[in-house]
């Protein structure tokens, strides 16, 4: 009887485990969103939704039977908030809406200047939704139009996006990785403010929805990485671009590669240097009762154009090329922080680097934080430092006869 009681029993504890997942879901029944942009409703009147959702027969390669269409389908559904448009979305859909598998968000530079409060809100409290996702600022123009466009190198669109911001961030240095979740960290932070990357696009934008876009060699559209989004407040409030976008990285310390180049006897850029490791270290300090911040960078990196006679084998010569990187260096860094000064947004998270040091004082500045960070003393400090100069010292053309 013993005997039977414990056989009875393993049986009646397995049959749970018989019964499979409770909450399966077939994957002919989800359609995988990738991308989705967040516009404004025609005259306001809450959100459009414009939804990039892989086809999986089209993205297949053609010995598994996948089709000639677009690789991806774009649906657009509106509503008084981002929670009802996406809910309304599957009047049109066959497949219940998935967004596990986003990978970047694109908001229209319109919603983001209005404020993204109560928009952030919602994608935070959905569990369903992936806050590790990238996201982007349509630049002067709509969320749908970036979305919605096709690109020849990677079938599903949104991969170029995401790729093209993997190199940017790593050869040019002018931008960084942005997801949901860093944008909420800085929100809620007492003493720093968000930044996000732009995205824009170069052609004539109408034709990028088309399949000729993919089917040309010359697209007639194409998708570019511009820019940085500054905000403060919850709501954007201007774009900083180029070298002094580079400056923001740079204090963030999230330049993983970039060129810097400098001037040599009278002639202009003569000498680029490739940054290949940068390291940065701000520091908080109290200067006649009032805070201060010391940001020092050091940079390693090797030469990578030399145009004049440079003698580079010659130690005292490199250290008067690493002086200047380092002056250039400073300079750029400097004219970032006094750009964003000038907008009262303190992006760098100076504010929060006061607020761990001196926690009891900070309490006296973060009330109006902003004009205090406007009138903030700022020390720049860099050090350069060139390790290579490539496999050969001057320039080939220096002897030539011309």
Same mark, same amino acid.
């Given at each position: 009887?013993?005997?039977?009681?414990?056989?009875? /029993? %393993?049986?009646?504890?397995?049959?749970?485990?018989?019964?499979?997942? #409770?909450?399966?879901?077939?994957?002919?029944?989800?359609?995988?969103?990738?991308?989705?942009?967040?516009?404004?409703?025609?005259?306001?009147?809450?959100?459009? /939704?414009?939804?990039?959702?892989?086809?999986?027969?089209?993205?297949?390669?053609?010995? *598994?039977?996948?089709?000639?269409?677009?690789?991806?389908?774009?649906?657009?559904?509106?509503?008084?908030?981002?929670?009802? *448009?996406?809910?309304?979305?599957?009047k049109e859909l066959s497949r219940r809406i998935y967004f596990p598998h986003l990978s970047a968000l694109v908001i229209s530079e319109q919603v983001a200047r209005d404020g993204i409060y109560d928009l952030l809100d919602i994608l935070d409290r959905d569990p369903g939704f992936r806050?590790?996702?990238?996201?982007?600022?349509?630049?002067?123009?709509?969320?749908?139009?970036? %979305?919605?466009? /096709?690109?020849?190198?990677?079938?599903? !669109?949104?991969?170029?996006?995401?790729?093209?911001?993997?190199?940017?961030?790593?050869?040019?240095?002018?931008?960084?990785? &942005?997801?949901?979740?860093?944008?909420?960290?800085?929100?809620?932070?007492?003493?720093?403010?968000?930044?996000?990357?732009?995205?824009?696009?170069?052609?004539?934008?109408?034709?990028?929805?088309?399949?000729?876009?993919?089917?040309? =060699?010359?697209?007639?559209?194409?998708?570019?990485? =511009?820019?940085?989004?500054?905000?403060?407040?919850?709501?954007? &409030?201007? #774009?900083?671009?180029?070298?002094?976008?580079?400056? &923001?990285?740079?204090?963030?310390?999230?330049?993983?590669?970039?060129?810097?180049?400098?001037? #040599?006897?009278?002639?202009?850029?003569?000498?680029?240097?490739?940054?290949?490791?940068?390291?940065?270290? %701000?520091?908080?300090?109290?200067? @006649?009762?009032?805070?201060? +911040?010391?940001?020092?960078?050091?940079?390693?990196?090797? +030469?990578?154009?030399? @145009?004049?006679?440079?003698? &580079?084998?010659?130690?005292?010569?490199?250290?008067?090329?690493?002086?200047?990187?380092?002056?250039?260096?400073k300079k750029e860094v400097s004219q970032s922080i006094r750009t964003a000064q000038s907008k009262k947004s303190d992006i760098f998270g100076f504010g929060d680097k006061i607020h761990k040091t001196y926690p009891k004082r900070w309490k006296k500045w973060k009330g109006n934080w =902003?004009?205090?960070?406007?009138?903030?003393?700022?020390?720049?400090?860099?050090?350069?430092?060139?390790?290579?100069?490539? +496999?050969? @010292?001057? !320039?080939? #053309?220096?002897? /030539?006869?011309?």
């Amino acid at each position: 009887m013993k005997k039977k009681s414990i056989i009875f /029993l %393993v049986i009646v504890l397995t049959i749970p485990m018989l019964e499979g997942c #409770w909450n399966q879901e077939e994957l002919t029944d989800l359609a995988f969103v990738t991308a989705l942009g967040i516009d404004k409703a025609e005259h306001n009147q809450g959100y459009t /939704l414009t939804f990039q959702i892989v086809n999986p027969g089209n993205v297949a390669s053609p010995l *598994a039977g996948g089709g000639q269409g677009s690789p991806v389908a774009i649906y657009k559904s509106t509503g008084r908030n981002v929670f009802e *448009a996406a809910r309304k979305a599957t009047k049109e859909l066959s497949r219940r809406i998935y967004f596990p598998h986003l990978s970047a968000l694109v908001i229209s530079e319109q919603v983001a200047r209005d404020g993204i409060y109560d928009l952030l809100d919602i994608l935070d409290r959905d569990p369903g939704f992936r806050t590790t996702s990238q996201i982007f600022i349509a630049k002067h123009m709509s969320a749908e139009s970036v %979305v919605s466009t /096709l690109t020849i190198l990677d079938k599903i !669109p949104v991969n170029k996006l995401v790729k093209a911001m993997d190199v940017t961030e790593t050869m040019l240095g002018e931008n960084t990785k &942005i997801t949901i979740d860093d944008l909420l960290k800085s929100m809620v932070s007492s003493g720093q403010e968000p930044i996000a990357n732009g995205v824009t696009l170069i052609g004539n934008k109408k034709m990028g929805k088309k399949m000729s876009n993919i089917a040309s =060699d010359m697209p007639e559209v194409i998708i570019k990485i =511009d820019g940085l989004a500054i905000f403060r407040g919850g709501k954007m &409030i201007g #774009w900083i671009k180029g070298n002094r976008a580079r400056g &923001i990285v740079w204090v963030m310390n999230k330049v993983k590669g970039t060129d810097v180049f400098v001037d #040599w006897q009278g002639k202009k850029q003569a000498i680029g240097a490739t940054i290949r490791r940068s390291k940065v270290n %701000v520091s908080a300090a109290m200067k @006649n009762g009032k805070p201060f +911040i010391q940001v020092a960078i050091k940079a390693e990196g090797d +030469i990578e154009q030399v @145009n004049g006679a440079v003698d &580079i084998t010659n130690p005292a010569i490199i250290k008067k090329i690493e002086e200047k990187l380092e002056q250039e260096i400073k300079k750029e860094v400097s004219q970032s922080i006094r750009t964003a000064q000038s907008k009262k947004s303190d992006i760098f998270g100076f504010g929060d680097k006061i607020h761990k040091t001196y926690p009891k004082r900070w309490k006296k500045w973060k009330g109006n934080w =902003d004009e205090q960070f406007a009138a903030l003393e700022v020390s720049v400090k860099a050090d350069a430092y060139l390790r290579r100069h490539g +496999i050969r @010292n001057n !320039p080939f #053309w220096l002897n /030539l006869n011309r």
